[in-house]
T-cell receptor, first 113, second 114 residues
Framework: AQSVTQPDIHITVSEGASLELRCNYS??????LFWYVQSPGQGLQLLLK??????LVQGIKGFEAEFKRSQSSFNLRKPSVHWSDAAEYFC???????????FGKGTTLSVSS | DTEVTQTPKHLVMGMTNKKSLKCEQH?????MYWYKQKAKKPPELMFV???????INESVPSRFSPECPNSSLLNLHLHALQPEDSALYLC?????????????FGSGTRLTVV
């Protein structure tokens, strides 16, 4: 069965510093990959998604992610973090087999001033 | 309309109560999903409906009973819940099950069982 791993439970970044959140997936073929953000008490907001084509994907709020098939990774990046980026970030995979979206355990991002 | 609307936003119910959660979308999506999210945890899939038929049931206890009366509406009927069922219940929809369509999530119903 497919799975997605987010190795970092909690990351703290200084405001203005760059950010990279890691995501690894386990699946035989190329899955559909997603990054979501969730603020406390809120629903899920889609940051970006990868289905096929260009492996560097641009999303909202200045985020981007790069799909690397050789490393089974889909890491999320942002060049300069803002305090409002503090939230929970979930990587998710859809295995194209008609199941549904499966989430990683999430990474909590804290932003220090 | 590009939204998934969930009502109510908050619900407090006793263990003997019967209540329902509602999810509605008018995007013409034919797949709809219920997820349960406990605090500090990722969303966990509960049910999937495809073309108004139950497609996936992730071994959810029978005290949770989904219903899809039409292609725009998905309900989750609750009966005899336990305090550990307190969670954020998220509804999502996609154009169809599988495929490169993406998912749209509602803002959730925060359920507290007392």
């Amino acid at each position: 069965a497919q799975s997605v791993t987010q190795p970092d439970i909690h990351i703290t970044v200084s405001e203005g510093a760059s950010l990279e959140l890691r995501c690894n997936y386990s699946y035989g073929a190329t899955p559909y990959l997603f990054w979501y953000v969730q603020s406390p008490g809120q629903g899920l907001q889609l940051l970006l998604k990868y289905f096929s084509g260009d492996t560097l994907v641009q999303g909202i709020k200045g985020f981007e992610a790069e799909f690397k098939r050789s490393q089974s990774s889909f890491n999320l990046r942002k060049p300069s973090v803002h305090w409002s980026d503090a939230a929970e970030y979930f990587c998710a995979v859809d295995n194209q087999a008609g199941t549904a979206l499966i989430f990683g355990k999430g990474t909590t991002l804290s932003v220090s001033s | 309309d590009t939204e998934v609307t969930q009502t109510p936003k908050h619900l407090v119910m006793g263990m003997t109560n019967k209540k329902s959660l509602k999810c509605e979308q008018h995007m013409g999506h034919r797949a709809m999903y219920w997820y349960k999210q406990k605090a500090k945890k990722p969303p966990e899939l509960m049910f999937v409906y495809s073309y108004e038929k139950l497609s996936i049931n992730e071994s959810v206890p029978s005290r949770f009973s989904p219903e899809c009366p039409n292609s725009s509406l998905l309900n989750l009927h609750l009966h005899a819940l336990q305090p550990e069922d307190s969670a954020l219940y998220l509804c999502a929809s996609s154009q169809a099950q599988g495929g490169d369509y993406g998912y749209t999530f509602g803002s959730g119903t925060r359920l507290t069982v007392v």
